[in-house]
């Protein structure tokens, strides 16, 4: 079965600073892998998506299958990027189509 | 586009009532799913369609029934409430499935107690 560990519940860290955002996986097929975010009374959206190796709001995702991870980073954090983040994983087998997320990271940003 | 609208947005409900939670679509998703958000357990799926007529199991259905009719509707019914419920549930959406090509779009939410 997939499972998505995000080891942090709470990531706190001053603006400008590096942000680092943890995601392990354990998945037996050919993983595909999203960061979700969710900003203070707004509905989850998607940020990235491992596939497109995009960079969204400055944030980027490598996927690494070595140590099957999936680390959000971005350089310099800003005020606005405090949410809750999520770490997704889809999983499709026939018709079968699931999306396992993690139990997310809050990130804080603070002056 | 309304996009994934989901009703009520609150709602209290005493142990072994029943209720049903809509969710619509205007996109034409074929991938509709509901979760249910619960502090320090991230998002669990509860059941998921993947067209009218198609319902599947998540990771956490029991308590909860669904149907899919059509296309826009995917409504979620607790049968006899439990205070294990209480719990805010997400509908989401997407064209087809949960792959890479096909994010899902949420609804805001119904934060639901049951006492």
């Known amino acids: 079965a997939q499972r998505v560990t995000q080891p942090e519940k709470l990531l706190s860290v001053f603006k400008g600073a590096p942000v680092e955002l943890k995601c392990n996986y354990s998945y037996s097929g050919s993983p595909e892998l999203f960061w979700y975010v969710q900003y203070s009374r707004q509905r989850l959206q998607l940020l990235l998506r491992h596939i497109s190796r995009e960079s969204i709001k400055g944030f980027t995702a490598d996927l690494n299958k070595g140590e099957t991870s999936f680390h959000l980073k971005k350089p310099f954090a800003q005020e606005e990027d405090s949410a809750m983040y999520y770490c997704?994983?889809?999983?499709?087998?026939?018709?079968?189509?699931?999306?396992?997320f993690g139990t997310g990271t809050r990130l804080q940003v603070t002056l | 586009n309304a996009g994934v609208t989901q009703t009520p947005k609150f709602q209290v409900l005493k142990t072994g009532q029943s209720m049903t939670l809509q969710c619509a679509q205007d996109?034409?998703?074929?991938?509709m799913s509901w979760y249910r958000q619960d502090p320090g357990m991230g998002l669990r799926l509860i059941h998921y369609s993947v067209g009218a007529g198609i319902t599947d199991q998540g990771e956490v259905p029991n308590g909860y029934n669904v149907s899919r009719s059509t296309t826009e509707d995917f409504p979620l019914r607790l049968l006899s409430a439990a205070p294990s419920q209480t719990s805010v549930y997400f509908c989401?959406?997407?064209?087809?499935?949960?792959?890479?090509?096909?994010?899902?779009?949420f609804g805001n939410g119904t934060r639901l107690t049951v006492t």
């Open positions: 996109m034409n998703h074929e991938y």
């Open positions: 997704a994983l889809s999983s499709t087998r026939g018709t079968a189509s699931k999306l396992t």
């Open positions: 989401a959406s997407s064209p087809t499935g949960t792959g890479r090509n096909s994010p899902l779009h």
